[in-house]
C-alpha cells in the first residue's frame, strides 16, 4: 500500500491568506473587479499570472471568470515553470494531493503515475515542488470558482530546451481535448519600467496570438534586441507557454486572445521603475467577435454617461460617483476609449487612453470630462456650447505590434506610434475621414502627433488596434 503524503501550502500568508474567510472575501473581491464579460466558447486552455494576489488577482480572476463556473472537466493540467531548481523534462507531484486553506485539492494520482511510468522525460522530484509557489496560486482560484469536481495533475518544467518541451507536449497530446483544461501559470516582463514593459508584454502578446512557437521565440529575440533596461525575461514561464503552442500550433481552429493587461506599476504605492508583467489569454474556438458585447441600448447608455459627466462637471468641478449595481457586465469591462467632441464637422476635444484598470463606465466619465476640458489643443468647453456638441465614442481593443505597413488596413486600424519618449496616436476613423493612404495615415500621425516628422514611422515602434466607435446624432 503506497502512503499519500499531501503537498502543504507553502505561499499562504505571502501570496495570498492564509485564513479561509480572509482567502475568500479576496477571491470574491478579485472576481468582482473582473468585470469582463465571457467572450469564448470551449476553452481548452488559460495562461494567468503566478505573483502575489495583490498585484495578479484580477488578471488572473479575469482568466478563470472566462470558464463556465458550472463546466465539468476531468482534469486540470497545471504547466509551471520550476522557479528554485533546474532539471530535464518535467516533474510531476505523484504521492498525494495539493492543500490550500479553502480544502483538499485531489491530484489524478492513477493518471501521474502512468504519465511516469510512461514517459522518460517524466519523473517525479520532491525537491522541485517543495518551495515551488507556481502551480499552488492557482488552486485557490480554481477551488472558488468552479462548482464542480476536478482532478489535478501538476506539472513543473524544469527546462527550455526546445526538443524537450516538444516531446513533453507529445506525451500530453492523448489529454489536450475538450474533457480536460490545461492552465499555464507564467507571468510576463521582468523589472523594467512601466513603459518598457507594456511594450515587452505586447511583444509577447502578438507573439503568443499567433499561435506559432517560431512567432513567440521571434517576440523574445525581439525584446532582446531592444535592450530594454533591466528586462530580466520576457515570461518567467516561457517553457510552459511553449510546452502549450507545441500542443495548440497544429489545430487552426484554435484561438489564443489576450483577455486583460496589465504590471506590478498599476498597484497603488507600486514602484513604477521596477515592475512585473501579468497577462491573461485564453485559448478557445470560435471567438466571439468583441464588437458584439456592446448592444446598442449599452452604447446609449455610455454616451448619456459622457453628456451627463460633462454637464455636471461645468456646473459644479465634480461628477456624481456612479454605483456599478447599475450596469451590465459588458459595461464593466475593462477597455481603453477615447472620446472625441464635434461642433459639426470640427473637432472640438478628443481624449484617451488605452491602458487601464477602470471600468467601461466610469472611464467614459474621466475622458469625457478631460476631452471637454483638458485637451490643450482647444479652449476649455463652455456650458453655453455643449448643447450644440456631438460625443463620439471609441472603445478600444488592446495594442498590436506590427513589423511592417502592409499590416495596417484603413478603416478598421487605428494607429499607435511610439519613438523613445515621443508617442502618438489616430483612431481609425481620421483614415476614412480623410481618404488618407496607408502612407498618409503614419506620415500624418508621425508628424502631427507623435512629433518625429513625416518619415519618422520607418524607424519607430508601430502598433495597430481596433475600435468600436458610435456617437450622438445631433
Known amino acids: 500500500m503506497k502512503i499519500q503524503t499531501n503537498r502543504k501550502p507553502v505561499v499562504n500568508g505571502l501570496f495570498y491568506p492564509d ?17 469582463e464579460p465571457q467572450k469564448y466558447s470551449d476553452i481548452r486552455a488559460l495562461i494567468v499570472p503566478h505573483a502575489g494576489y ?9 482568466a478563470y471568470q472566462q470558464l463556465n463556473e458550472n ?66 496560486v492557482q488552486l485557490p ?12 495533475v501538476p506539472l513543473l518544467i524544469g527546462t527550455h530546451d526546445l526538443d524537450q518541451l516538444k516531446n513533453l507536449a507529445a506525451c500530453l497530446k492523448p489529454y489536450f481535448t475538450d474533457k480536460n483544461l490545461f492552465v499555464v501559470s507564467s507571468d510576463f516582463s521582468h523589472f523594467p519600467n512601466y513603459e518598457d514593459a507594456i511594450i515587452a508584454d505586447m511583444n509577447m502578446a502578438d507573439g503568443i496570438e499567433k499561435n506559432k512557437v517560431d512567432e513567440v521565440l521571434k517576440s523574445v529575440n525581439l525584446n532582446k534586441k531592444l535592450k530594454i533596461e533591466n528586462l530580466a525575461t520576457s515570461a518567467c514561464g516561457l517553457s510552459a507557454i511553449l510546452t502549450l503552442m507545441f500542443l495548440s500550433a497544429d489545430d487552426k481552429n484554435l484561438c489564443y486572445t489576450g483577455i486583460k493587461y496589465q504590471n506590478s506599476g498599476d498597484v497603488p504605492k507600486s514602484n513604477p521603475n521596477r515592475v512585473v508583467g501579468y497577462w491573461a489569454f485564453t485559448l478557445a474556438n470560435q471567438p466571439l467577435s468583441y464588437k458584439h458585447l456592446l448592444t446598442d441600448d449599452d452604447k446609449n447608455t455610455l454616451l448619456s454617461i459622457a453628456r451627463l459627466s460633462i454637464s455636471e462637471y ?9 454605483s456599478e449595481q447599475n450596469f451590465n457586465d ?10 472625441s467632441l464635434h461642433h459639426g464637422k470640427n473637432l472640438r476635444g478628443c481624449i484617451g487612453r488605452f491602458e487601464t484598470i477602470e471600468p467601461l463606465y466610469r472611464l467614459v466619465q474621466e475622458m469625457a470630462v478631460a476631452a471637454a476640458t483638458n485637451d490643450k489643443r482647444f479652449k476649455p468647453v463652455t456650458m453655453e ?26 478603416g478598421r486600424h487605428g494607429i499607435y506610434i511610439k519613438q523613445g519618449l515621443n508617442h502618438g496616436t489616430l483612431l481609425p476613423q481620421v483614415a476614412t475621414e480623410n481618404k488618407w493612404t496607408v502612407d498618409e495615415f503614419l506620415g500624418y500621425c508621425a508628424k502631427n502627433k507623435a512629433c518625429i516628422g513625416w518619415d519618422g514611422w520607418k524607424t519607430a515602434e508601430l502598433y495597430t488596434y481596433e475600435a468600436i466607435v458610435f456617437s450622438e446624432y445631433r
Open 19 to 35: 485564513q479561509p474567510k480572509e482567502l475568500q472575501k479576496a477571491l470574491a473581491s478579485y472576481f468582482t473587479q473582473a468585470v
Open 314 to 322: 461645468l456646473k459644479k468641478e465634480e461628477v456624481t460617483e456612479l
Open 385 to 410: 456650447e455643449l448643447d450644440e456638441l456631438s460625443i463620439e465614442i471609441s472603445v478600444l481593443t488592446p495594442l498590436k505590434k506590427i513589423q511592417t505597413k502592409e499590416e495596417i488596413e484603413i
Open 330 to 339: 459588458s459595461l464593466k469591462q475593462t477597455m481603453g476609449i477615447f472620446v
Open 54 to 62: 495583490k498585484y495578479s488577482g484580477i488578471v488572473a480572476a479575469q
Open 71 to 136: 463546466q465539468t472537466f476531468e482534469n486540470i493540467f497545471i504547466l509551471a515553470p520550476s522557479h528554485h531548481i533546474a532539471f530535464n523534462g518535467a516533474s510531476v507531484f505523484s504521492k498525494g494531493n495539493y492543500e490550500t486553506p479553502l480544502g483538499t485539492v485531489e491530484v489524478n494520482l492513477e493518471l501521474c503515475n502512468h504519465l511516469i511510468d510512461n514517459h522518460k522525460i517524466i519523473n517525479f522530484l520532491p525537491e522541485a515542488h517543495s518551495q515551488e509557489h507556481a502551480i499552488e
Open 141 to 152: 482560484f480554481l477551488q472558488y470558482h468552479l462548482k464542480k469536481s476536478f482532478k489535478l
